[in-house]
């Protein structure tokens, strides 16, 4: 069973970069795949990005595909979502997430998922 701590967060102009980090307790989090998702107020939970246990392949939505960036440090336990070139639209609080079981390959679904942090809030200014 993994447990997941999200940081990062904060208020950026727009056109500026954060960098989110997932850290991860669970001696087979390499196993893991890893999902970002955000939510903003009054709306739906939306997929970000994704990082497969294999082999490192990533998955992006569409509205943030050339932006953001998700990296995976085993070592270090921790999934990276690098953010640049933000937007105002970017708002929203972002979560982590891994599915129930290791060897997985989650997608977008969240219904893929079992394993959520608490999240944390990114405030993009114009």
């Known amino acids: 069973q993994v447990q997941l701590v999200e940081s990062g967060g904060g208020l950026v102009q727009a056109g500026g970069s954060l960098r989110l980090s997932c850290a991860a307790s669970g001696r087979l989090f390499s196993t893991y795949t890893v999902g970002w998702f955000r939510q903003a107020p009054g709306k739906d939970r939306e997929f970000v990005a994704a990082i497969s246990w294999s082999v490192g392949r990533t998955s992006y939505a569409d509205s943030v595909k050339g932006r953001f960036t998700i990296s995976r440090d085993n070592a270090k336990n921790t999934v990276y979502l690098q953010m640049n070139s933000l937007k105002p639209e970017d708002t929203a609080v972002y979560y982590c997430?891994?599915?129930?079981?290791?060897?997985?390959?989650?997608?977008?679904?969240?219904?893929?998922?079992?394993?959520w942090g608490q999240g944390t809030q990114v405030t993009v200014s114009s």
């Open positions: 997430a891994v599915p129930p079981s290791p060897y997985y390959i989650g997608g977008a679904s969240e219904d893929q998922y079992r394993y």
